[in-house]
């Protein structure tokens, strides 16, 4: 029976320890868990780290270019810190630095008064096209023809020239038509144009300048009247004023003129000048003949009447004034183009040709002859081989011929270059047929003139009228 007790009571604490023993492990189990989630989660964290700084390994590219764009930016904040930290000496050189580039770059505008060369402006060498103008009836095929297509390319660089010289035309005409007031004397108005000319075209000799003397003539003068020195006309509000400059790059000349006025009774007559122009250059083409121009004119002209004080008058072509052919070096080469009809001129033009389409309407007789004060000069293009026996004739023209060739110039240009007491030395060259005198054309005194003139191109496609701007 004892032996039985101590067995059970035995049994009894074992049973205990048994029971007991769960707790303890399970509080043991418990701590331990809680320590093992801890160190879970910084392994975790590690892994994190590790896969940022080894996403290659992992394949995790898009992690790491994340992180180096990153870093970039963190990079440019820190130049961008440094940058606003430096010293205000460095900041002050580093906008001197910027001031010289901006220097260098090429203007884009042209300034008032005109002063930018063109070459600047169109930086690339090529300048804009006039307007052109497909041919007609016989000469349609011309436009697709590939043939006279590559012969336009053969003569791109002359066209060229021509362009250059249309571009500096319409520039400086742009700021006369702007400039020009009643009250300015007439020596103002031609240094006013004649100076836009020689900046934008970059003077250089006989390379490129003034294609010949900027004519002002007013009212019933028609054509060449420019002011010599110590000439005292002034403009004024009821005057009629005819602008005709020229431009010339390698001798390539670009000749355009246009009518002035200021008092609106004159619209009409300025009016009939520019829409017989434009019938001209209608008209115009290869193969086109001179009298055919003329007839196209003097019917638009035929339309025209003007009532000036209570007064109508009929507005007439002048009829002894022409349009011309244009060559190198050489204004008023060999074709005339008549602006009346029953010229009689059977000739026609020919590809290549350039061309001044210009035309004259008058109040009065439409007829010029030469009056007053001659201004214009010009060595002939065809001069004879004579002795020249005046010192001071064979020293005058030894100047001419460097400083103007076969170029229109006047007086003021001889006294520009530096000639004094010259006018005996010119009667002489003048005289011996070296040198021709171009006076003032006039139609009878009361009468108005007015004047609309273009150059044209008759390139092998089509023809293109250079001078062509949005002003006329």
Known sequence: MAIEEESLAKGVENVKILEGTPVEQKQEETGTNDTGSTSAAKKKKKNKKKKASSGTTNGNEEEVTADVEGAEDETKEDNDEQKESTPATAGGE???????????????????????????????????????????????????SEEKRAAERDAYDDYNDMRKAAEVHRQVRAYARKTIKPGMSMIDICETIENGTRSLVEE???????????????????????????????LSYDDVMKIDFGVHVKGRIIDSAFTMHFNPKYDKLIE?????????????????????????VHEVYDSYEIELDGKTYDIKPIRNLNGHTIEPYHIHAGKSVPIVRDSGDETKLEEGEQVAIETFCSTGRGYVIEDGECSHYAKAHDAPHVPIRVPRAKSLLASINRHFGTLPFCRRYLDRVGEEKYLLGLRNLVSSGVVTAYPPLCDTRGSYTAQLEHTILLKPTCKEILSKGDDY
Do not use: M
Request: aromatic share 6%; proline share 7%.
């Open 272 to 296: 009939a000048a520019k829409e017989a122009t434009y019938a001209g250059i209608k008209e115009a083409g290869i193969d086109v003949r001179l009298c055919d121009i003329g007839a196209a």
């Open 204 to 234: 250089n000799g006989l390379e490129a300048g003034i294609g010949f003397p900027t004519g002002c003539s007013l009212n019933h003068c028609a054509a060449h009247y420019t002011p010599n020195a110590g000439d005292k006309t002034v």
């Open 94 to 144: 580093a906008k001197k630095k910027k001031k010289k580039k901006n220097k260098k770059k090429s203007p884009k505008t042209q300034t008032e008064p005109p002063t930018v060369p063109v070459s600047k402006l169109f930086s690339n060498g090529v300048f804009p096209e006039g307007e052109n103008h497909e041919y007609r009836d016989d000469n349609t095929w011309r436009t697709t």
